[in-house]
């Protein structure tokens, strides 16, 4: 991520990936930090993170007549949960700029390498909203992959996030009982769900980190299980202060969006093995019975 030229977050270095898509919205929610993670992520009970506004989703600017004609036009009028696999499929192959969660166009370049698993599972029904490839000992210097001083070697583990309806996430718990490596939790839109996890002892993951000369290491990426609660009420608002807004309040569109925003299950999966795993082949399993989304 870009470091923010505020002065009170000149030393800023660490945040959750969950906001990779979004930074203006991380920077509004967390305006009335005294400080800010350096370092190491640490604790974030307290100061805890602002509420969603309509603020945070949209922008201060709010959606202008002309901008949301032109979502309709990338996004449609959605009536089925068909039609909004198709909106994310579109998006992957690059035949529309934006998702509603992201605040820039188009992919990050670093997910060339696994567009095509990435359109595998979207047209599957799985909904991917955030992802990054594994990365073991890239230069620092690498013009898709690189990031930090000179002379440093990158690393990442692979990560995805998505929305997906309950009978895959029940079924990808069970598989991941084979993929040890695998670190996933997973909630739904209610204030009264229950997180969701494989891991034990939930704690801070560190997801993307560098080694560069004459420095500690550096790690400005993290999954954090807080930091997702805190996020996961965004990711879902977005359904329906955002996307379905585009449309009449009796409409077809607001219908199907709202019962994909109250049904399915916001998950992110790490796999720990950034030297040789694939993040990819539980889903082969997961999705060998479950016919595409209608």
């Known amino acids: 991520w870009r470091p923010n030229t505020f002065e009170n977050r000149r030393n800023e270095a660490v945040r959750p990936i969950f906001w990779a898509n979004r930074p203006k919205s991380y920077i509004a929610r967390t305006a009335g930090w005294d400080e800010y993670p350096n370092g190491h992520w640490g604790s974030i009970q307290s100061p805890a993170f602002g509420s969603v506004t309509q603020h945070h989703l949209a922008g201060s600017g709010g959606v202008s007549a002309e901008m949301k004609a032109a979502n309709i036009e990338m996004w449609g009028e959605p009536s089925s949960v068909g039609d909004i696999v198709d909106v994310f499929v579109r998006f992957v192959a690059g035949e529309i700029r934006r998702l509603p969660w992201a605040e820039s166009d188009a992919l990050n370049p670093e997910s060339a390498s696994i567009i095509t698993a990435l359109k595998w599972l979207n047209k599957s029904g799985i909904l991917t909203i955030n992802s990054q490839p594994r990365v073991n000992g890239m230069r620092s210097s690498d013009p898709t992959h690189g990031w930090g001083a000179k ?3 990158v690393y990442q583990k692979a990560y995805l996030e998505f ?10 718990f069970s598989e991941c009982l084979s993929h040890p490596s695998l670190s996933i939790y997973a909630i739904q839109a209610s204030p009264n769900a229950s997180l969701r996890t494989n891991v034990k002892a939930p704690s801070t993951n560190a997801v993307t980190w560098g080694v560069f000369p004459n420095s500690e290491i550096v790690q400005p990426t993290v999954v954090d299980p807080t930091a997702f609660l805190a996020w996961k009420d965004e990711a879902f608002s977005v359904w329906t202060d955002i996307w379905a807004e585009h449309y009449d309040a009796n409409s077809p569109a607001r219908g199907v969006l709202s019962k994909v925003r109250d ?10 093995d950034y030297i040789s795993g694939d993040i990819f082949e539980v889903f082969a399993s997961v999705l060998s019975g479950h016919p595409k989304s209608k």
């Open 151 to 153: 002379g440093g070697f």
């Open 263 to 272: 049904t399915y299950y916001l998950v992110n999966v790490v796999d720990n």
């Open 163 to 172: 929305f997906a309806p309950t009978e895959i996430v029940d079924v990808l």
